[in-house]
């Protein structure tokens, strides 16, 4: 028996001296890109318990490659404004890994975007991707180029220059783009068209999140905020839980934010806080979904409007602030870490239940960390909480490759099928690793053994 434990804890000693090695050569290659960083500790601290039970993966220098993009992309987006003055923003583009299928992620347009974020963006996408079941690898990209604010004409001339250069590398079996932060149905219509344009030909596969009008899908809108609530739901139905009777808190008011207020209200939550990035509303009364849709879809207007409609709200500056309201159920949907530290700790003072991650990495490392210390908090990472919007782009892609079209029943009850599946296969490896109850180390090493096997299997490329 001490010969057995010794060669475990020799293997695991190993491991752990191995992705110790890579980690440090990621971080001296990559200095200052702290986002990216971030995103690789998080998922480099969950699989040494995999390199020590499949010391084939170290062999082959599997995390090495995995770590380093296939392809990064940077360049100059030039476009006029309405005043006639030449704007210069940057592009990126990262294909990442494509060992399971083409690369597949959003484009983002915000200020906040440089290298280091598509990367972070990218590197979670390859296991989002993979946990989806669906055959689609690892991409991101978009611009720090600023939707808010723009005309529409503006924001077409910046979509039609931006995919002057980024066609070159896109295409439906290469990369297949889809949307982000700041990049909704109109301009992925204005990008589509253009790339129609550039090509010659219509290829409905090459973006989802397309108008259902030209090739898009029914439910694609819904997918990540209702995909949210899905795998949510599952972690709470294991506690004996439900949003039913649940107050909830959802930051953000954009489509992720919508669609997951939208089906947490369906299921009988009731959502009392969203927030942009001014600040944050609390409606004890519960949120007027509607009147939100409309400020946030149609008028397109700060959320600190929902006020004057609905005066016995409150609005609040700073949208950090949400936070504090007390709650049974917490739905980050904005940003990249959203929820620090001390944030944790007063969603678990105030006795939250469950947290489902529908924004990418909102919680920082010591967040996640309170939250996964606390017996009585359920924790769901975005890459497995945040994977319906993908999901169901490789629905849409299917449906672009069939030429035949689905019913909104039938997309999102593949939809609500996928998030359950991703909840039990991260169960499962959680427990299998020894890590029982801890999604964050489940969904890494799911996501992470599917494109490892891919790439074991593919040979050094």
């Not at 399971?100 to 996408?125: A, C, D, M, T």
């Not at 009364?285 to 409007?305: A, H, M, Q, W, Y």
């Not at 969603?347 to 469950?354: D, T």
């Not at 920082?364 to 990472?381: H, R, Y």
Request: charged share 25%.
């Amino acid at each position: 028996m001490a010969m057995v434990m010794n060669l475990k804890e020799e293997s695991m000693i190993k491991a752990q001296n191995y992705v110790n090695r890579v980690y440090e050569t990621v971080v001296q290659r990559n200095p200052n890109e702290s986002e990216f960083l971030q995103a690789v500790k998080e998922i480099f601290h969950s699989l040494t318990p995999v390199f020590a039970e499949h010391p084939e993966y170290m062999k082959a220098g599997i995390l090495e490659m995995i770590v380093e993009p296939e392809r990064l992309i940077s360049f100059r987006v030039p476009w006029v404004d309405d005043k006639g003055k030449v704007r210069v923003n940057r592009g990126y583009r990262v294909q990442y890994n494509s060992a399971i299928g083409p690369y597949k992620g959003g484009l983002r347009f915000h200020p906040s975007v440089n290298q280091s974020i598509i990367k972070f963006l990218g590197f979670e996408q390859i296991f989002k991707n993979a946990l989806t079941g669906q055959s689609i690898g690892g991409g991101k990209g978009g611009s720090d180029f600023d939707p808010k604010g723009k005309s529409d004409m503006e924001i077409m001339r910046f979509c039609q220059s931006f995919m002057t250069e980024l066609t070159k590398y896109i295409g439906a079996d290469v990369d297949v783009p889809a949307g982000d932060i700041g990049v909704g149905a109109r301009e992925i219509g204005y990008m589509f068209g253009q790339y129609k344009r550039l090509r010659g030909n219509f290829e409905a596969g090459v973006f989802t999140g397309k108008g259902v009008g030209y090739g898009g899908s029914l439910g694609r809108t819904e997918a990540t905020g209702y995909g949210t609530v899905y795998f949510v739901e599952e972690m709470l139905k294991d506690r004996g839980l439900s949003f039913a009777g649940s107050t909830v808190v959802v930051s953000g008011s954009g489509n992720v934010s919508i669609y997951a207020i939208e089906k947490a209200q369906e299921y009988g939550g009731k959502v009392v806080a969203c927030s942009d990035s001014n600040g944050y509303i609390y409606d004890e009364k519960g949120i007027c979904l509607d009147t939100v849709k409309r400020l946030k879809e149609v008028e397109r207007v700060r959320i600190s409007e929902y006020v004057k409609e609905h005066p016995h709200a409150q609005y609040v500056e700073g949208s950090t602030g949400i936070w504090t309201i007390p709650c049974d159920i917490a739905l980050p949907c904005a940003t990249q870490n959203e929820i620090d530290g001390t944030s944790a700790k007063i969603l678990v003072a105030n006795g939250v239940k469950a947290i489902g991650e529908g924004a990418n990495m909102p919680s920082t490392l010591e967040a996640i960390d309170i939250f996964l210390d606390s017996d009585e908090v359920s924790f769901g990472p975005g890459k497995a909480a945040n994977a319906g919007g993908v999901a169901v782009s490789a629905l849409e892609m299917a449906q672009n490759s069939s030429r035949v079209p689905w019913s909104f029943e039938k997309v999102d009850s593949k939809l609500k099928k996928i998030m359950t599946g991703i909840y039990r296969d991260s169960v499962k490896a959680a427990e299998e690793y020894g890590h029982s109850g801890n999604l964050v180390v489940g969904s890494n090493i799911a996501g992470f053994k599917k494109v490892a096997d891919a790439m074991l299997m593919q040979g050094i490329i």
